[in-house]
């Protein structure tokens, strides 16, 4: 079985540009949520989808956004790129529904650096 | 609101000596918590979990984790560590307001194992 796939690995992108990140989850997992992770704010929680509908979000700006596809497949995008938005960006499957108790499987994260 | 405190940011410690990666946590929910180990430039990988039942968690390379209600705790453990243990270690709670799936994590534990 597959695991997590996100694309690109990495990204160089100048401020003020936008960028939009990919993730496939595993085959059969509904849930896709996305974290930020840096030296200084470690991981932190952006939004997760389910069934194509955003149900929760992190505190984050507006310039952050996600959406989900039918297939489950997962886009993040970035508008306005600041310099303290490189870092490496996660995605994580699940399957579960409701439950709180379901174990997330991530990808191997995308490296975007902002100049 | 769930929050996670790792005590330490650094651990160094010799090969086959025991370790322990302390964790704290706080909730006011169900509590489900989880051990990620991640390599450098690499996602994270769940260690070991705890939704229910034994207190006491073992994952498949020997480490463990035992679930302390009273002391809000979830430290890991491993008798004997390996060279290759080397990585970062986060500890996470999971829950979300409304259900889904979101994690909590720690600030990450670095543990260097040295020959």
């Known amino acids: 079985k597959a695991g997590v796939t996100q694309t690109p690995r990495y990204l160089i992108k100048t401020r003020g540009q936008q960028v939009t990140l990919s993730c496939s989850p595993i085959?059969?997992?509904?849930?896709v949520s996305w974290y930020q992770q840096t030296p200084g704010q470690g991981l932190q929680f952006l939004f997760e989808?389910?069934?194509?509908?955003?149900?929760n979000k992190g505190n984050f700006p507006g310039r952050f956004s996600g959406r989900q596809f039918s297939n489950s497949r997962s886009e993040m995008n970035v508008s306005t790129l600041e310099l303290g938005d490189s870092a490496l960006y996660l995605c994580a499957s699940s399957l579960a529904q409701a439950a709180l108790n379901t174990e997330a499987f991530f990808g191997q994260g995308t490296r975007l650096t902002v100049v | 609101a769930q929050s996670v405190t790792q005590l330490d940011s650094q651990v160094p410690v010799f090969e086959e000596a025991p370790v322990e990666l302390r964790c704290n946590y706080s909730s006011s929910v169900s509590v489900y918590l989880f051990w990620y180990v991640q390599y450098p430039n690499q996602g994270l990988q769940l260690l070991l979990k705890?939704?229910?039942?034994?207190?006491l968690v073992e994952s498949i390379n020997g480490f463990e984790a035992e679930f302390n209600k009273s002391q809000t705790s979830f430290h890991l453990r491993k008798p004997s560590v390996h060279i290759s243990d080397t990585a970062e270690y986060f500890c996470a709670v999971s829950g979300a307001t409304g259900g889904g799936n979101k994690l909590t994590f720690g600030t990450g534990t670095q543990l260097k194992v040295e020959l």
């Open positions: 705890y939704l229910s039942g034994s207190t």
């Open positions: 085959s059969g997992h509904r849930s």
């Open positions: 989808y389910f069934s194509e509908t955003q149900r």
